[in-house]
């Protein structure tokens, strides 16, 4: 599985975006899906993860920090999982990747368990 975030950019305090990861290959709906994000200087850390449907039912989770404020979403038909971002933070400034688990069947939240990455994308918001 090949990924390709985007969607980042510069936004001010309170505004919005939603980013995509873009997937290859047939396995996309096998895997659970996840978003993290590193600031410089900063381990990377998870915001949000989705997993594999389980009986036609996806389960999701999300960091503290960004619950309420973010959604995370999948369309197996597009190979494409989205965060959406809403009322952004200056800490929520950070370079976003995202990624796939094979056979996730559960939100995944270590970056360990995790099989493939994408390139990253920058978010940047402005106070």
């Known amino acids: 599985v090949q990924l390709q975030a985007s969607g980042g950019g510069l936004v001010q305090t309170g505004g919005s975006l939603r980013l995509s990861c873009a997937a290859s290959?047939?396995?996309?709906?096998?895997?659970?899906m996840g978003w993290f994000r590193q600031a410089p200087g900063q381990e990377r850390e998870f915001v949000a993860g989705i997993s594999r449907s389980v009986s036609r039912t996806y389960y999701a989770d999300y960091a503290d920090s960004v619950k309420g404020r973010f959604a995370i979403s999948r369309d197996n038909a597009k190979n494409t999982a989205y965060l959406q971002m809403n009322s952004l933070k200056p800490e929520d400034t950070a370079v976003y990747y995202c990624a796939a688990a094979v056979n996730g069947y559960s939100v995944v939240v270590t970056t360990t368990w995790y099989d493939y990455w994408g390139q990253g994308t920058q978010v940047t918001v402005s106070s």
């Open positions: 290959g047939r396995t996309f709906s096998s895997c659970a």
